[in-house]
């Protein structure tokens, strides 16, 4: 059984976060393991309160994880402050952590902020040199690259401008236009680079709370398991579509995924 490991923020209802990505790595047969980074009071109408771990305490957490089980890939989700990011990345290289896929987390589906504006800069220096892939969505891609993003073209030109300051591999979320659902997905590796768009249909489901913790959870699974990049991406996809197309309906505002829809 491959091992996944999570770093990022727990919900307290259960659709994002250290919670989403356990029952992620559940349907993908890993053995999931956690270090949390903060509490927050959140459910699918909103973040009502986060409670930050102190870093010595995160610290703490990993040594535990990776002087025993040592992890086959690593999700990073929310992360909150920069000395939350400078423990994390100091103990990331510090065991030579593989496969980290990185969700660069800033504000909620319910639009709660969820990375304080000091700890932007220390994401981009300490964490991203660090990452295997980063997987931003629009908004969080337009705070990376500097300039707004409105069309296919400009996710290509926003891919390559963070690659500019940035070795890893890039997946552009492409919920967030128009036009279109499609993703973009930037590889940069020993092998060289490549481009690869992977078609979005919108599905027609207003719960979409979690996501981005979900995607990114599970490439890291299929990271583990040895899966290339690119299908790594792919196969992420198709199970998120799936959770997606269940139509689980929770809560009063945006609600979770099903991330349990193959088990049933």
Same mark, same amino acid.
């Given at each position: 059984?491959?091992k996944? @490991?999570?770093?990022?923020g727990?919900?307290s209802?259960?659709?994002?976060?250290?919670? &989403?990505?356990?029952?992620?790595? +559940?349907?993908?047969?890993?053995y999931a393991m956690? #270090?949390?980074?903060?509490l927050?009071?959140?459910?699918?109408?909103g973040?009502?309160?986060?409670s930050?771990v102190?870093?010595?305490f995160?610290?703490n957490?990993?040594? *535990?994880? /990776?002087?025993?089980?040592?992890p086959?890939?690593?999700k990073?989700?929310?992360?909150y402050?920069?000395? +939350?990011i400078h423990?994390?990345?100091?103990k =990331?290289?510090?065991?030579q !952590?593989?496969? +980290? #896929? @990185?969700?660069?987390v800033?504000?909620?589906t319910? $639009?709660?902020?969820?990375?304080?504006?000091?700890?932007?800069?220390?994401?981009?220096?300490? =964490?991203?040199?660090?990452?295997?892939l980063i997987?931003?969505?629009?908004?969080?891609?337009e *705070?990376?690259? $500097?300039?707004?993003?409105?069309?296919r073209?400009?996710?290509?030109? !926003?891919?390559?401008?963070?690659? !500019?300051?940035?070795?890893?591999?890039?997946?552009?979320?492409?919920?967030?236009?128009?036009?279109?659902?499609d993703d /973009? @997905?930037l +590889?940069?590796?020993?092998?060289?680079?490549?481009?690869?768009? /992977?078609?979005?249909?919108?599905?027609?489901?207003?719960?979409?709370?979690?996501?981005?913790?979900?995607l990114?959870?599970?490439? !890291? *699974?299929?990271l583990? &398991?040895?899966?290339?990049?690119? #299908?790594a991406v792919?196969?992420?996809?198709?199970? #998120?579509?799936?959770?997606?197309a269940?139509?689980l309906?929770?809560?009063?505002?945006?609600?979770?995924?099903d991330?349990?829809?193959?088990?049933?």
């Amino acid at each position: 059984m491959k091992k996944v @490991l999570s770093i990022a923020g727990s919900d307290s209802s259960g659709g994002a976060g250290i919670q &989403a990505d356990i029952k992620t790595m +559940i349907a993908h047969g890993s053995y999931a393991m956690t #270090v949390i980074t903060v509490l927050t009071a959140q459910n699918t109408t909103g973040v009502y309160g986060i409670s930050e771990v102190a870093p010595e305490f995160v610290e703490n957490q990993l040594d *535990c994880v /990776f002087t025993d089980i040592f992890p086959d890939a690593v999700k990073i989700g929310m992360v909150y402050n920069a000395a +939350i990011i400078h423990s994390i990345a100091g103990k =990331l290289k510090q065991y030579q !952590a593989r496969n +980290i #896929v @990185l969700d660069p987390v800033m504000v909620a589906t319910s $639009g709660g902020r969820l990375l304080s504006d000091d700890s932007i800069e220390s994401l981009k220096t300490e =964490l991203m040199p660090l990452a295997d892939l980063i997987t931003p969505n629009i908004p969080e891609a337009e *705070c990376l690259c $500097g300039f707004g993003i409105h069309s296919r073209l400009d996710m290509v030109r !926003a891919a390559k401008e963070i690659a !500019a300051t940035y070795a890893g591999s890039i997946l552009i979320k492409g919920g967030h236009l128009f036009e279109s659902a499609d993703d /973009f @997905l930037l +590889i940069q590796d020993r092998k060289g680079s490549e481009e690869v768009w /992977f078609p979005g249909t919108k599905i027609d489901n207003p719960n979409t709370h979690g996501t981005g913790c979900t995607l990114s959870a599970a490439i !890291a *699974c299929n990271l583990a &398991a040895g899966a290339e990049m690119k #299908v790594a991406v792919k196969k992420a996809k198709d199970y #998120v579509s799936g959770a997606l197309a269940a139509n689980l309906d929770l809560g009063q505002g945006s609600g979770p995924l099903d991330h349990g829809f193959q088990l049933t």
